[in-house]
């Protein structure tokens, strides 16, 4: 072992004199505290220098020397993964394109994107399946960022805007506007309004703000109950055919969504993502505790409330488009932490995550025969149902056992 | 604030024993069998307003007379059609609330209630498939639909949060909740594509009694009656099991079959209630805890005063929901959602249910 720490040493040499300079330095250090070298960083000098020729030392290296080599890695591995999520998602948006009679083939959507397309292709892209493909990858991406923004601040791997009401709470508001006026515009003021009362009254049922999750888990499902009271009763009591329509929509679909809806997901995006961006830094910290947070100047009050009004927002914006969709925001920030590997709020891997399951699941609903027709909610929701549960079988098991 | 001390981990203590009495501000308890003569003084009352109040006022007098036999036919037609509704609404009331007891008792979870352990589920899934594959079905088919598919959710939940073991209430809930999203997945992908299974169900999932027929009463009431008898048996026995499993075996109670019967019983109970009425919400989570303020821990009183208690809910609720949207009516189903609901926000903000 100390063998070949040497030859390494000597290959290093040859690499960085200045270094081994310092390293020398150190081990002079050393030689004065003793055994006095607890921190981390000296060790990973140590390491890389291969200091240290006692048995019990070079092993104190090693072990110092795992994170430093880590860190590049895990910094390739983020972007690596995001490109090969960006080229599924692309992926799977030109096959819903392509696929079928009215089928756009890539080449004839750059045609048309040039300006020299023909007239049923134009149609297709523009009115029919481009905006259905936008606003599911900007829906998803919005959940994913509002899934994780929630899970950072509340500590809470199962916090989630579903869990706690508020994909219900939107979809009353949705509800309760339809009574109303009809119209994409109105139907975004009746989500977010309706998304806003359940938080609150969830917030201020906790009684201790966002800090304890059991509470905010039984909390929401009761705001949920009664939620789905509201939406319950608008349904039935409609007509038919619009009590259909409604209640698709409340499952969460991409039929027939047209520009507007897009533009709409577009701004809600753009406002809310540079803003979750911002807050990165903060929301590592946060996973310390209040304490830490605030002793590094996250202000942990201000930052959890910032992150959780910003995931209110996305996830009003993603219900007016397309519906309270279930279980996206919960399953994202999962398989994103799984997928990169390294701690932290891995935001923009969740959101191409959520883009991807929403755009994947629309074309199972699409193309898959017994899902035919279906609104993509109900794929999301069976899916999330079943993968939220083996995740929580899982946590308990490592838990109890 | 997050780390704010609790004001006397003492009295916390106690409370979350009693949650029914947390939230009643510690009210002094009544003798119970005056409580149930309060009780029964109650459900009386509810019933005579059931009876009097519609769409359109009725004067007492009137009411009293064609009750009496002696008043206009078109009232005594109408007091008829109210009647049935009224026992009805005492029925699904009465097993909702029982079910909770024994569910909260078994599991000694103050969140125990039909509805979030599967229950509610099971049976909307039972009945979407059957009313899928015949076309459309009665109260009765329906009642012998949704008994097994409650039975099996129930069975499900608990398989799904075993893992967890019994330390916690939020495993069963959110186990309860993860169940409750994969089969209201099917229900949805089934109903939307069948638009007649669509229109029956979207009624029926609010939660209502106008729908309930006499056919419906005598299918269920068999089921109703066997779950109370079991109930009643198995009573006595939830106080040895409120000591503990192991405190109960030793003892030498048979604490596998309490649970087991006690369990089959909730949910016969809830099953039959919700296959005559529709998933009604959080009556069966509310009166219990109620009851366990006015009357204390000991179940064998806890059960008559459920059976009252629940029915007097439900009826005034329906009542409730006649009246405030005068001329047309409410479901059931929003208004208790709308008096529970607001309950278990209140018990969470006391800390009386999670923090055990």
Same mark, same amino acid.
């Given at each position: 072992?100390?063998?070949?720490?040497?030859?390494?040493?000597?290959?290093?040499?040859?690499?960085?004199?200045?270094?081994?300079?310092?390293?020398?330095?150190?081990?002079?250090?050393?030689?004065?505290?003793?055994?006095?070298?607890?921190?981390?960083?000296?060790?990973?000098?140590?390491?890389?220098?291969?200091?240290?020729?006692?048995?019990?030392?070079?092993?104190?290296?090693?072990?110092?020397?795992?994170?430093?080599?880590?860190?590049?890695?895990?910094?390739?591995?983020?972007?690596?993964?995001?490109?090969?999520?960006?080229?599924?998602?692309?992926?799977?948006?030109?096959?819903?394109?392509? /696929?079928?009679?009215?089928?756009?083939?890539?080449?004839?959507?750059?045609?048309?994107?040039?300006?020299?397309?023909?007239?049923?292709?134009?149609?297709?892209?523009?009115?029919?399946?481009?905006?259905?493909?936008?606003?599911?990858?900007?829906?998803?991406?919005?959940?994913?960022?509002?899934?994780?923004?929630?899970?950072?601040?509340? /500590?809470?791997?199962?916090?989630?805007?579903?869990?706690?009401?508020?994909?219900?709470?939107?979809?009353?508001?949705?509800?309760?506007?339809?009574?109303?006026?009809?119209?994409?515009?109105?139907?975004?003021?009746?989500?977010?309004?309706?998304?806003?009362?359940?938080?609150?009254?969830?917030?201020?049922?906790?009684? /201790?703000?966002?800090?304890?999750?059991? /509470?905010?888990?039984?909390?929401?499902?009761?705001?949920?109950?009664?939620?789905?009271?509201?939406?319950?009763?608008?349904?039935?009591?409609?007509?038919?055919?619009?009590?259909?329509?409604?209640?698709?929509?409340?499952?969460?679909?991409?039929?027939?969504?047209?520009?507007?809806?897009?533009?709409?997901?577009?701004?809600?995006?753009?406002?809310?993502?540079?803003?979750?961006?911002?807050?990165?830094?903060?929301?590592?910290?946060?996973?310390?505790?209040?304490?830490?947070?605030?002793?590094?100047?996250?202000?942990?009050?201000?930052?959890?409330?910032?992150?959780?009004?910003?995931?209110?927002?996305?996830?009003?914006?993603?219900?007016?488009?397309?519906?309270?969709?279930?279980?996206?925001?919960?399953?994202?920030?999962?398989?994103?932490?799984?997928?990169?590997?390294?701690?932290?709020?891995?935001?923009?891997?969740?959101?191409?995550?959520?883009?991807?399951?929403?755009?994947?699941?629309?074309?199972?609903?699409?193309?898959?025969?017994?899902?035919?027709?279906?609104?993509?909610?109900?794929?999301?929701?069976?899916?999330?149902?079943?993968?939220?549960?083996?995740?929580?079988?899982?946590?308990?098991?490592?838990?109890?056992? | 604030?997050?780390?704010?001390?609790?004001?006397?981990?003492?009295?916390?203590?106690?409370?979350?024993?009693?949650?029914?009495?947390?939230?009643?501000?510690?009210?002094?308890?009544?003798?119970?069998?005056?409580?149930?003569?309060?009780?029964?003084?109650?459900?009386?009352?509810?019933?005579?307003?059931?009876?009097?109040?519609?769409?359109?006022?009725?004067?007492?007098?009137?009411?009293?007379?064609?009750?009496?036999?002696?008043?206009?036919?078109?009232?005594?037609?109408?007091?008829?059609?109210?009647?049935?509704?009224?026992?009805?609404?005492?029925?699904?009331?009465?097993?909702?609330?029982?079910?909770?007891?024994?569910?909260?008792?078994?599991?000694?979870?103050?969140?125990?209630?039909?509805?979030?352990?599967?229950?509610?589920?099971?049976?909307?899934? +039972?009945?979407?498939?059957?009313?899928?594959?015949?076309?459309?079905?009665?109260?009765?088919?329906?009642?012998?639909?949704?008994?097994?598919?409650?039975?099996?959710?129930?069975?499900?939940?608990?398989?799904?949060?075993?893992?967890?073991?019994?330390?916690?209430?939020?495993?069963?809930?959110?186990?309860?909740?993860?169940?409750?999203?994969?089969?209201? +997945?099917?229900?949805?992908?089934?109903?939307?594509?069948?638009?007649?299974?669509?229109?029956?169900?979207?009624?029926?999932?609010?939660?209502?009694?106008?729908?309930?027929?006499?056919?419906?009463?005598?299918?269920?009431?068999?089921?109703?009656?066997?779950?109370?008898?079991?109930?009643?048996?198995?009573?006595?026995?939830?106080?040895?099991?409120?000591?503990?499993?192991?405190?109960?075996?030793?003892?030498?109670?048979?604490?596998?079959?309490?649970?087991?019967?006690?369990?089959? +019983?909730?949910?016969?109970?809830?099953?039959?209630?919700?296959?005559?009425?529709?998933?009604?919400?959080?009556?069966?989570?509310?009166?219990?805890?109620?009851?366990?303020?006015?009357?204390?821990?000991?179940?064998?009183?806890?059960?008559?005063?459920?059976?009252?208690?629940?029915?007097?809910?439900?009826?005034?609720?329906?009542?409730?929901?006649?009246?405030?949207?005068?001329?047309?009516?409410?479901?059931?189903?929003?208004?208790?959602?709308?008096?529970?609901?607001?309950?278990?926000?209140?018990?969470?903000?006391?800390?009386?249910?999670?923090?055990?």
């Amino acid at each position: 072992m100390s063998d070949s720490l040497r030859t390494r040493r000597h290959e290093r040499q040859n690499l960085a004199e200045e270094q081994e300079q310092e390293q020398e330095q150190e081990q002079e250090q050393e030689q004065e505290q003793g055994q006095g070298r607890g921190q981390a960083q000296e060790q990973g000098h140590a390491a890389r220098h291969g200091g240290g020729d006692r048995p019990d030392e070079v092993d104190r290296a090693r072990g110092g020397d795992r994170p430093d080599r880590q860190a590049p890695q895990a910094s390739l591995r983020g972007p690596l993964i995001g490109v090969v999520l960006v080229l599924l998602s692309i992926a799977a948006g030109v096959w819903t394109l392509a /696929r079928g009679e009215l089928g756009v083939s890539p080449a004839d959507a750059l045609a048309v994107l040039t300006g020299n397309g023909d007239g049923p292709a134009e149609i297709v892209l523009t009115r029919m399946r481009g905006p259905r493909i936008l606003v599911g990858a900007g829906a998803g991406a919005a959940l994913g960022i509002a899934g994780t923004l929630f899970q950072s601040v509340t /500590r809470n791997p199962l916090g989630s805007p579903d869990v706690i009401g508020l994909g219900a709470g939107a979809g009353a508001g949705l509800a309760l506007t339809t009574l109303v006026s009809d119209g994409p515009g109105s139907a975004w003021v009746g989500a977010l309004a309706g998304a806003l009362v359940a938080i609150g009254l969830v917030y201020l049922a906790t009684g /201790r703000g966002f800090a304890s999750p059991s /509470r905010l888990i039984i909390a929401g499902i009761a705001v949920a109950a009664m939620a789905l009271a509201v939406t319950q009763y608008v349904v039935a009591v409609v007509l038919r055919d619009e009590g259909s329509q409604l209640a698709g929509q409340l499952v969460g679909s991409l039929n027939s969504r047209s520009m507007q809806h897009v533009v709409m997901i577009a701004v809600a995006l753009a406002v809310c993502a540079p803003l979750a961006a911002l807050l990165r830094h903060q929301l590592l910290v946060m996973d310390m505790g209040d304490e830490l947070a605030d002793a590094l100047g996250a202000g942990a009050v201000r930052t959890r409330t910032a992150a959780i009004i910003l995931s209110v927002v996305l996830c009003a914006g993603a219900v007016a488009v397309a519906g309270p969709i279930a279980f996206v925001a919960l399953a994202a920030p999962h398989i994103a932490r799984g997928l990169v590997r390294s701690p932290g709020p891995h935001l923009m891997i969740s959101a191409l995550v959520g883009a991807l399951a929403l755009l994947v699941s629309d074309l199972a609903v699409q193309a898959v025969p017994f899902l035919e027709g279906l609104p993509v909610g109900v794929v999301t929701a069976g899916l999330g149902g079943i993968y939220l549960g083996f995740l929580l079988i899982r946590t308990w098991r490592r838990t109890t056992a | 604030m997050r780390t704010a001390a609790p004001a006397d981990p003492g009295t916390r203590a106690e409370n979350a024993r009693v949650p029914g009495r947390a939230l009643l501000g510690g009210t002094r308890r009544l003798p119970p069998p005056l409580a149930l003569a309060l009780g029964v003084v109650l459900v009386l009352v509810v019933c005579l307003l059931s009876l009097a109040l519609g769409s359109r006022a009725n004067d007492l007098p009137q009411v009293l007379a064609a009750l009496g036999g002696r008043g206009e036919e078109r009232m005594a037609l109408i007091i008829d059609e109210r009647a049935l509704r009224t026992v009805v609404g005492l029925a699904v009331g009465a097993a909702l609330a029982v079910s909770g007891q024994l569910i909260q008792g078994l599991t000694r979870n103050p969140l125990g209630e039909p509805g979030l352990l599967g229950v509610t589920s099971g049976a909307s899934f +039972a009945i979407v498939v059957v009313t899928a594959l015949a076309g459309s079905v009665s109260g009765g088919t329906a009642a012998i639909a949704a008994i097994p598919g409650a039975l099996a959710a129930v069975a499900l939940v608990h398989l799904v949060a075993r893992p967890a073991g019994t330390g916690s209430v939020v495993p069963l809930v959110l186990a309860g909740a993860v169940v409750t999203a994969v089969l209201g +997945a099917v229900v949805q992908g089934l109903i939307l594509q069948m638009p007649a299974v669509f229109d029956s169900y979207r009624y029926w999932v609010v939660g209502s009694l106008t729908g309930a027929d006499l056919g419906t009463l005598t299918t269920v009431a068999p089921v109703l009656l066997a779950g109370l008898v079991l109930a009643i048996t198995v009573a006595p026995a939830l106080n040895t099991l409120a000591l503990g499993d192991d405190v109960a075996i030793s003892l030498g109670s048979p604490v596998r079959l309490v649970r087991g019967a006690g369990l089959a +019983a909730a949910a016969l109970l809830a099953a039959a209630a919700t296959a005559a009425a529709g998933p009604i919400a959080f009556v069966g989570l509310a009166v219990p805890h109620l009851v366990r303020g006015i009357v204390g821990a000991d179940h064998r009183w806890q059960l008559p005063m459920n059976l009252l208690l629940g029915a007097a809910l439900l009826v005034a609720s329906d009542v409730v929901a006649r009246v405030i949207v005068r001329p047309e009516e409410l479901m059931v189903g929003v208004v208790t959602a709308f008096v529970g609901a607001p309950f278990l926000l209140l018990a969470v903000r006391r800390g009386a249910v999670t923090d055990r």
